[in-house]
Each structure stands twice: as structure tokens, then as C-alpha cells.
């Protein structure tokens, strides 16, 4: 099983719409989440950072679940630059290394 | 500030043949990591260093070695390219705090090996 996993999609989105996608991660030490999105043949670049009591960063929403150990990212009012490929980052406590899932790729069109 | 620079974008390699793959950032960052990303995948880690003068293993550092040269710079090195290490290469680099500090990531070496 993977350490972390994510739907590859892609989630064909209206313009305008919401979408919302998950992340389970399986080791329950993983002490800090984010979420990153990659353009097509870029880098990924950070998206958000992901809080225990949730976080907005304008249109788009991160939620933590411990328990059922997932992250979430919702996006509100999608628009057409939002069409990227969002990846699911974990952080254990043992250094700074980062396990990265697979990615969701969102298709918003017009 | 240009943040992490990698060259060169782009390599064809035939097997068997050896290269290094540059990475270097400006923003005063301590730890440094080489990233491989194959479609499917994820991004995996290859090799990272905490500080200058320290690296170490990731999850997949079969067939690369690793330099830190000096606090700016990271090097790969492929002594002996197989088909197996076509991927995208990415470098990234983190300041002190590392459970909270973004990961800064150059724009990526995409390597064919025939």
C-alpha cells in the first residue's frame, strides 16, 4: 500500500462549479500535510498548508481528519486556471522528507 | 532572487554513459533534496542534505550520488545511465523549520537514456 494515495482522476469540472478531492495517508506519526499543485511540465509549488482546525485561503479549503487519517481540498468557483494536477504532501517527524502522492488532475472547462 | 536553478533542462544519455545534474538557490536554504517524479508515481526522493557537508539516503538512491559542494549547491550524479533513471529530476531546497517550511522546487531536468 502506498503511504499516501490519492484519486489520479481527472475531475472534469464547469467553470464555476465545486469540486472537492481526498487524500488517505497510512502513517499515523505524519505530523504536517499540504497540499501542492503542478501545471503541466512545471514544478510543483505550494498550495496551502494544512491545519488541524481546517484552513481557507480564498477559494479553496483544506481539512485535516486524523482519525480516518485524510486530507481534503475543496474548490469553490472553480476557473479555468485551476486545471492542474494537485498533489498530496506528507511530512513525518523523523526529518524533513516529504512523501508525495500521485496526484488528482483537475480539468475545469468552460 | 532566481530561488533553485537546475541545469540543464534537458539530457539524451545512451547507457552506460555518466552525467551530473546541477542544482544551486539563492535563498539561504539549509536542507537540499533530489526528487525523481515518473508518470503515476509521485515525486520520490532520491538523495537530500540537511545541512552543508551531511547527505543522505531517500527512498530510491540505487545508481545516484550525491554532492553538497556548499551551502548553495546540490549535485546528482548518474555514473552509469540505465533506461530505468528516464525520469523528470527535480531539485528543492527548505530553510530551518522543516515540518512547516514550504519546499522550493526548480524547474525540473527531463533525462531520456536510451
Known amino acids: 500500500r502506498k503511504e499516501v494515495e490519492q484519486d489520479p482522476g481527472p475531475f472534469n469540472v464547469p467553470e464555476g462549479a465545486t469540486v472537492a478531492f481526498n487524500c488517505t495517508y497510512s502513517?499515523?506519526?505524519?505530523?504536517?500535510f499540504f497540499w501542492y499543485r503542478q501545471d503541466c511540465r512545471k514544478e510543483p509549488k505550494l498550495l496551502m498548508s494544512?491545519?488541524?482546525s481546517g484552513n481557507e485561503d480564498g477559494r479553496f479549503t483544506a481539512q485535516l481528519n486524523r482519525a480516518s487519517q485524510y486530507i481534503s481540498l475543496l474548490i469553490r468557483d472553480s476557473k479555468l486556471s485551476d486545471s492542474a494536477t494537485y498533489l498530496c504532501?506528507?511530512?513525518?517527524?523523523?526529518?524533513?522528507?516529504?512523501?508525495f502522492g500521485g496526484g488528482t488532475r483537475v480539468l475545469v472547462k468552460p | 532572487n532566481a530561488g533553485v536553478t537546475q541545469t540543464p533542462k534537458f539530457q539524451v544519455l545512451k547507457t552506460g554513459q555518466s552525467m551530473t545534474l546541477q542544482c544551486a538557490q539563492d535563498?539561504?536554504?539549509?536542507?537540499m533534496y533530489w526528487y525523481r517524479q515518473d508518470p503515476g508515481m509521485g515525486l520520490r526522493l532520491i538523495y537530500y542534505?540537511?545541512?552543508?557537508?551531511?547527505?543522505d539516503k531517500g527512498e530510491v538512491p540505487n545508481g545516484y550520488n550525491v554532492s553538497r559542494l556548499n551551502k548553495r549547491e546540490f549535485s546528482l550524479r548518474l555514473e552509469s545511465a540505465a533506461p530505468s533513471q528516464t525520469s523528470v529530476y527535480f531539485c528543492?531546497?527548505?530553510?530551518?523549520?522543516?515540518?512547516?517550511?514550504?519546499?522550493?522546487f526548480g524547474p525540473g531536468t527531463r533525462l531520456t537514456v536510451l
Open positions: 542534505s540537511a545541512s552543508e557537508g551531511t547527505t
Open positions: 504532501v506528507v511530512n513525518r517527524a523523523a526529518g524533513n522528507k516529504l512523501t
Open positions: 535563498m539561504n536554504h539549509n536542507s
Open positions: 528543492a531546497s527548505t530553510g530551518l523549520d522543516g515540518l512547516t517550511d514550504t519546499q522550493y
Open positions: 502513517n499515523s506519526a505524519s505530523q504536517s
Open positions: 494544512v491545519y488541524s
